[in-house]
C-alpha cells in the first residue's frame, strides 16, 4: 500500500487485518492505486483508451465514503491450512471484538546505482498472528491518539511520534 494514503488522512485505516475465521485472515486495503488515482497526469505512453479507463475508475472512486463502502477498500481473504487456529487477542491487547492484528510496518529506502541520488521509499506491512497451540507469546500494549494504526505506524518508524 502507497504510504501517501496515510499522509492525505491519518485518521482512515487504510491498511488493516483481523481474524476472520480459525483458519482465515481478512485484509483491508485502498480498492485504487494511489499513482493511477492522483498522479495520472504523471503517467507516460498510455494509450487514449487506457487513460479514459482510468479517468472513469477515478470518477468512480469515492474517497469520502464510509470504511464499508466497497468502492474505496478492497478485502482479500487469506486461508491457512485448517489445522491453524488463529488468534489475534493472545498476542495484542487492542485486537477488540473484530479480532485485529496489531500493524508493524517496515522501510526499505531503496534506490540504485545507475541512478545516483535517488531514493524510493518502500513501505512493507505485516501483521503478527498466533496460532493458539504455540507457547511463549508476549501481548502488546497500544495506545490510540486518533491517528489511524497505520499512521501510528509509520510515526513511529519515522520518529516523529506514536
Known sequence: MDYRWILDDSTKPWVKASVFSDNQVLLTLPAMDYGLLKDQA????????????????????????????????????????????????????????????????????????????????????GFQIANRGEEGWNTADTRSNGASDAAQAMAALAGTGS
Not at 498476542?91 to 534506490?111: C, H, N, P, S, W
Open 42 to 125: 504523471t503517467l507516460c505512453g498510455f494509450p487514449d483508451h487506457i487513460n479514459a479507463g482510468l479517468t472513469n475508475g477515478r470518477a468512480s472512486f469515492n474517497e469520502d465514503a464510509k470504511e464499508g463502502d466497497h468502492r474505496i477498500f478492497k478485502k482479500l481473504m487469506l486461508t491457512f491450512p485448517f489445522d491453524n487456529h488463529l488468534s489475534s487477542s493472545e498476542i495484542y491487547t487492542g485486537a477488540g471484538e473484530d479480532k485485529k492484528l496489531q500493524l508493524i510496518v517496515g522501510l526499505d529506502a531503496a534506490g540504485h546505482t545507475s541512478v545516483p541520488n535517488t531514493t524510493n521509499a518502500i513501505y512493507y506491512y
